[in-house]
T-cell receptor
Framework: AQKITQTQPGMFVQEKEAVTLDCTYD???????LFWYKQPSSGEMIFLIY??????QNATEGRYSLNFQKARKSANLVISASQLGDSAMYFC????????????????FGTGTRLTIIP | NAGVMQNPRHLVRRRGQEARLRCSPMKGHSHVYWYRQLPEEGLKFMVY????????ESGMPKERFSAEFPKEGPSILRIQQVVRGDSAAYFC????????????FGPGTRLTVL
């Protein structure tokens, strides 16, 4: 089974609209971390936002927020007031055994969503 | 504060040659991770190192690939006798204390095997 599932290969959104990128995950660990990264056409990986499994509040970073629904095992990224510069690939990633299993530091990535902002 | 640095950014090798990819972590970071990204795919974990120690190499191919993070100097990912299937983007990430810390990525090295 896929550990991280991103079901939207591509999305087109009008500039200034909000956009939600879906991410569901699969783990039996109680402690885990969820991350979103942005990869523009230039290729680098830019960290956007992080949510820990024990965090009671949804994470926010500027225009980015993470809609964390633990029971549904979903961690959707919400971008408010989208801009042309938001056009990029977006990857959801998870690290399991977050606090309890030292050494298990690897991130597991989804296949990504290509977001295109239309002027 | 300089970010994670990788060089070269682009590397072309012929089949059978060796490829050496370098990664200098962010200042203050002592944990390094290598990931590989095939075209149109997400990143796949390869190896996790601390200074002079390999902590987790569960994602490394059993042959031809090796990694090190010496006491002094950058981390090196070495691919011997490259084949066309090794063509990919190789990303290095670093973090401060490993457990529960965010990994920050370098710009990647694009390896092309002719």
């Amino acid at each position: 089974a896929q550990k991280i599932t991103q079901t939207q290969p591509g999305m087109f959104v009008q500039e200034k609209e909000a956009v939600t990128l879906d991410c569901t995950y699969d783990t039996s660990d109680q402690s885990y971390g969820l991350f979103w990264y942005k990869q523009p056409s230039s290729g680098e990986m830019i960290f956007l936002i992080y949510q820990g499994s024990y965090d009671e509040q949804n994470a926010t970073e500027g225009r980015y927020s993470l809609n964390f629904q633990k029971a549904r095992k979903s961690a959707n990224l919400v971008i408010s007031a989208s801009q042309l510069g938001d056009s990029a690939m977006y990857f959801c990633a998870m690290r399991e055994g977050f606090l309890s299993n030292f050494g298990n530091e690897k991130l597991t990535f989804g296949t990504g969503t290509r977001l295109t902002i239309i002027p | 504060n300089a970010g994670v640095m990788q060089n070269p950014r682009h590397l072309v090798r012929r089949r059978g040659q060796e490829a050496r990819l370098r990664c200098s972590p962010m200042k203050g970071h002592s944990h390094v991770y290598w990931y590989r990204q095939l075209p149109e795919e997400g990143l796949k974990f390869m190896v996790y190192l601390q200074k002079e120690n390999i902590i987790d190499e569960s994602g490394m191919p059993k042959e031809r690939f090796s990694a090190e993070f010496p006491k002094e100097g950058p981390s090196i990912l070495r691919i011997q006798q490259v084949v066309r299937g090794d063509s990919a983007a190789y990303f290095c990430a670093s973090s401060t204390r490993g457990v529960g810390d965010t990994q920050y990525f370098g710009p990647g090295t694009r390896l092309t095997v002719l």
